[in-house]
């Protein structure tokens, strides 16, 4: 079966940098979509970055365009999410997604609403201290 499995977060001061990993196993698809999430007590989550990773396309919420990037390595099955400059309210649980529904495997731009993806990690936390 799919399963996503994040690695990476921790707790670290604002302005400082942290990485996140996402590995996918149980499927064979080159081109679907993927995303990480996030989410604080009593919010909904929202989405964060998503790529496409056949076509390469990314999108980011406006909140952490120019600070996070999301990258793929196809050969290994895993997407990463580059975080700097990081704000306090950048604090939340933070959960990779996958989209394998065959319409976004052959779109070229993935959704941003988690209700949209159907497979997900257990979360990661991150920490941002001011």
């Known amino acids: 079966q799919v399963q996503l499995v994040e690695s990476g977060g921790g707790s670290v001061q604002a302005g400082g940098s942290l990485s996140l990993s996402c590995l996918g196993s149980?499927?064979?698809?080159?081109?679907?979509?993927m995303g990480w999430f996030r989410q604080v007590p009593g919010k909904e989550r929202e989405g964060v970055a998503v790529i496409h990773t056949g076509r390469g396309r990314t999108d980011y919420a406006a909140s952490v365009k120019g600070r996070f990037t999301i990258s793929q390595d196809n050969n290994e099955n895993t997407v990463y999410l580059q975080m700097t400059s990081l704000k306090a309210e950048d604090t939340a649980m933070y959960y990779c997604?996958?989209?394998?529904?065959?319409?976004?495997?052959?779109?070229?731009?993935?959704?941003?609403?988690?209700?949209?993806?159907?497979?997900w990690g257990q979360g990661t936390q991150v920490t941002v201290s001011s």
């Open positions: 149980g499927y064979t698809y080159d081109s679907y979509c």
């Open positions: 997604a996958a989209d394998l529904r065959l319409g976004s495997r052959l779109s070229s731009q993935c959704g941003m609403f988690a209700d949209q993806y159907a497979y």
